[in-house]
């Protein structure tokens, strides 16, 4: 019976390769869909800076500030300039112009500083930003308008106050605003303008109360020539609502600024007033270390 089924000549050859082959393909398959095991990880928070909550006195609410501490601060005893970021809630600002410092900070294009994102209170902006308006039409869309002097107010008394208590802060302060944080800041330039020693106005929305800040301007400038601040402005492609009242604040500074308020304007043709923010920021870092140095 062994001999009757013993494998002789060509056709048994083939008969064996027949059996083997899907056996050889099976296991090649096996070995190639076979994934190693993942080595162990372990989860833990990313963590940009640091968070400060309190009650406003000045606002009658609860605030927060966000804040980033530049590269080696925790290991160093040095005193840091300021940058204040309106908008600067994490979901907001404070992030972007967080890491513009730290990149610039990489290469020395900008002195090491601290970062405090002033974060916004739910929809409270609109009436942080703007002080009243005689424009019918400006309470059409904001009709809570009204509540820059408090907000002014709760920077000058709250919020610069506890940073400085918290913080080494060499005493030179910025302030970044943009779009209604832009003319936030340009009315605390005007009003206020011991708070801060430069001032970045990123399309700043200055056809609020029928550019009642703008008309201002060459007064302003006038009076305090004497006074050294740096200020830069930009503005974007689509920014021709308020493009009258910034050229009007820049030619107050570039005409009556003399000796010492130090104006730079910069228009941005390919941006928007919505992206208008990183490029505006990065060249007010380059502009103001440059004049800086």
Not at 91 to 101: K, R, S, V, W
Not at 114 to 136: F, L
Not at 268 to 276: G, I, M, V, W, Y
Request: net charge negative; glycine share 8%; with cysteine.
């Amino acid at each position: 019976m062994l001999a009757e089924h013993a494998f002789t000549g060509d056709g048994d050859i083939w008969y064996m390769r027949s059996l083997l082959l899907p056996t050889l393909l099976i296991s090649f398959s096996l070995l190639g869909q076979y994934t190693p095991p993942l080595p162990q990880a372990k989860e833990s928070p990313f963590v940009l800076g640091e968070v400060l909550t309190f009650h406003s006195e000045a606002l009658d609410q609860e605030r927060v500030l966000n804040v980033y501490l530049p590269d080696g601060y925790a290991d160093s005893t040095l005193s840091y300039p300021v940058i204040y970021v309106l908008d600067g809630s994490a979901n907001e600002d404070f992030p972007h112009i967080a890491g513009l410092a730290q990149f610039m900070n990489m290469y020395d294009l900008l002195p090491k500083s601290i970062v405090v994102g002033i974060a916004n209170n739910g929809p409270s902006r609109y009436h942080d930003y703007t002080s009243p308006t005689q424009g019918d039409s400006d309470l059409v869309w904001n009709p809570t308008a009204g509540g820059a002097a408090a907000f002014i107010k709760f920077l000058g008394q709250e919020v610069e106050p506890m940073v400085e208590e918290h913080y080494r802060t060499s005493g030179h302060r910025t302030i970044i605003g943009q779009s209604l944080g832009g003319l936030l800041a340009t009315e605390v330039l005007f009003t206020k303008p011991e708070l801060f020693d430069d001032y970045i106005l990123v399309g700043p929305s200055l056809w609020w109360n029928n550019g009642a800040l703008a008309a201002g301007a060459e007064a302003w400038v006038k009076a305090h020539n004497r006074w050294h601040k740096r200020v830069y402005i930009a503005s974007a492609s689509n920014e021709d609502m308020m493009q009258k009242q910034v050229d009007r604040v820049v030619e107050a500074f570039r005409t009556y600024g003399k000796p010492s308020l130090e104006c730079t304007y910069e228009y941005f043709p390919k941006e928007t007033h919505a992206t208008l923010l990183h490029r505006a920021v990065y060249r007010a870092f380059e502009v103001m270390n440059a004049k800086g140095k």
